[in-house]
């Protein structure tokens, strides 16, 4: 099955600063790759999301890019903000097609600090 | 449309009792999906239906058995609760043609 490394567990910057999460993945099946931010005591909520035909994509201050000969994507985060602050999961998936079965990363804490 | 509810919000069981957390979503969403959230461990999927009268296992399915008798509600049960069932539970729900899920709010639950 699919196995899916997040990093780093825990990301302090300063507001204004940049902040990258890099999630690698194992299975070369999977070409579906979102992002989620969980704020606390609230269920995940999905930011940005990447298909595998696509090396980057943007939405304002976040974009995300893959690499699918390395089978990395990344979330970047630019000029952070404190409401920012949360926890970000990354997944990866085969496309829905059959039963969508996304597994996720660990988490990431992004700790934005004004 | 109120998207995912859960229900309750929290409970405290003493081990070997039972109970049944309720997922609700009013998206008319062919998907839905019972997680498990644990320090460190991110998301990791207990059972998913996928249509109404329809349940399959996911990574983590020992200890737990659900239902989905109506296409809006998945019910995630416990038997005889453990403590290492202590989590906190999401409910997630998707259409059959998009990716997206819908998060619930969570129910934390403590076995002691």
């Known amino acids: 099955g699919e196995n899916v490394e997040q990093h780093p567990s825990t990301l302090s910057v300063q507001e204004g600063d940049s902040a990258v999460i890099k999630c690698t993945y194992s299975?070369?099946?999977?070409?579906?790759f979102p992002w989620y931010k969980q704020e606390l005591g609230k269920g995940p909520q999905l930011i940005i999301d990447i298909r595998s035909n696509v090396g980057e994509k943007k939405d304002q201050r976040i974009a995300v890019t893959l690499n699918k000969t390395a089978k990395h994507f990344s979330l970047h985060i630019t000029e952070t903000q404190p409401e920012d602050s949360a926890v970000y999961f990354c997944a990866a998936s085969p496309r829905s097609g059959g039963s969508y079965i996304p597994t996720f990363g660990r988490g990431t804490s992004l700790i934005v600090h004004p | 449309n109120a998207g995912v509810t859960q229900t309750p919000k929290f409970r405290v069981l003493k081990t070997g009792q039972s109970m049944t957390l309720l997922c609700a979503q009013d998206m008319n969403h062919e998907y839905m999906y019972w997680y498990r959230q644990d320090p460190g461990m991110g998301l990791r999927l207990i059972h998913y239906s996928v249509g109404e009268g329809t349940t399959a296992k996911g990574e983590v399915p020992d200890g737990y058995n659900v239902s989905r008798l109506k296409k809006q509600n998945f019910l995630l049960g416990l038997e005889s609760a453990a403590p290492s069932q202590t989590s906190v539970y999401f409910c997630?729900?998707?259409?059959?043609?998009?990716?997206?899920?819908?998060f619930g709010p969570g129910t934390r639950l403590l076995v002691l």
């Open positions: 299975d070369s099946a999977s070409n579906y």
């Open positions: 997630a729900s998707k259409t059959g043609i998009k990716e997206t899920q819908y």
